[in-house]
């Protein structure tokens, strides 16, 4: 019989994915919440994970995190073996979770220095640390007041200020804008950049806000059922699905008969003088329908590129649109923790 590797596999001179696993499997009685997933994520980078209520997102993260253990599959964190070196991948990540960690009776400053006691800082560096977190998220205007007092959106900057306190490498971030303004959810936006650009912290990001996943992530994919039914970058995902289009407009009705002649496959609007062509979006596509007009001598007035969004993808992998997702999340935000 072959020991469990506590270090992540690895093809030889290439570097541990920051997260990998194989297989993870978890239910709740008879309900199956997680169905074989695989992931495997590069250090450094930000995953999004999509997916409606009840997909198992939560779960994904309780499992990684070593909150819960899985039924079955393997998973290594950090280069750990995240059940043989449970210890190693807690020490190496942080994980802010859809409702805050903050004590509200206690300062901004004595949140932190909490912190600093838990990872076993000594007085001088969890002040220090405390300091420079509260520098950095531009909470030094708050740092003697209680947490009570602050808005949803300092809360969170709190929040993600604790998770770094240990100087984790890997963050999983569950949710972390829900019931956040706009204003207040760019500036996580701008704070998760950061993390990643300045410091190298891979990321683990689990959203309902289809937005978030497009301007943050690296990679996402699409958890439906207990089972990943997609997986890529946002611009492969979004050509994945039909729609795309080049909307052409022309000056008379003459050019757009041309067009149409030599587009054989368009779809044209007389009354607007438009003629909708089939597109994914790619620069090669639009280049070629240039070219084809240029050949012809047909001059067109405009050109519009139309390609499908995540929420078209997120509609046909799961059936659901980000108006019914997000207003259930809005709904449910106050409730219990999903384990689904």
Known sequence: MTATPRSAPRAANAAAPAILATGL???????????????????????????????????????????????????????????????????????????????????AEENLLLMADLHHLDRREGRRRAAE???RFDLLEVADKTAVTFSGGMRRKLDLAMTLVGDPRIIF????????????????????????ADDGVTIFLTTQYLEEA?????????????????????????????????RVR???????????????VAARDEESLTLQIPSDGSIPNLRAVLDTLEATAVEAESLTVHTPDLDDVFL?????????????????????KEHA
């Open 25 to 107: 499997r978890k239910s709740y009685g008879d309900k199956l919440v997680l169905d074989g997933i695989d992931l495997n994520i590069a250090e450094g980078t930000v995953f999004a994970l999509l997916g409606p209520n009840g997909a198992g997102k939560t779960t994904t993260v309780e499992i990684l995190s070593t909150l819960i253990d899985a039924d079955a599959g393997e998973a290594w964190v950090a280069g750990r073996h995240l059940t043989r070196a449970s210890g190693a991948v807690r020490s190496a990540i942080g994980v802010t979770g859809q409702f805050s960690a903050v004590d509200n009776l206690l300062t």
């Open 133 to 135: 977190l509260l520098r």
């Open 173 to 196: 971030l569950d949710e972390p804008t829900t019931g956040l303004d706009p204003r207040s959810r760019r500036t996580m936006w701008e704070i998760i950049h950061g993390l990643v």
């Open 214 to 246: 497009d301007q943050l992530a690296d990679r996402i994919a699409v958890l439906d059922h207990g089972r990943l039914i997609a997986e890529g970058t946002a611009d492969a995902l979004k050509q994945r699905i039909p729609g795309g289009h080049i």
């Open 250 to 264: 022309f000056a008379d009705a003459q050019g757009l008969e041309a067009a149409a002649d030599v587009f054989g």
């Open 316 to 336: 046909t992998l799961t059936g659901q649109s980000r108006t019914a997702v997000v207003g259930t999340a809005v709904g449910t935000a106050a409730s219990s």
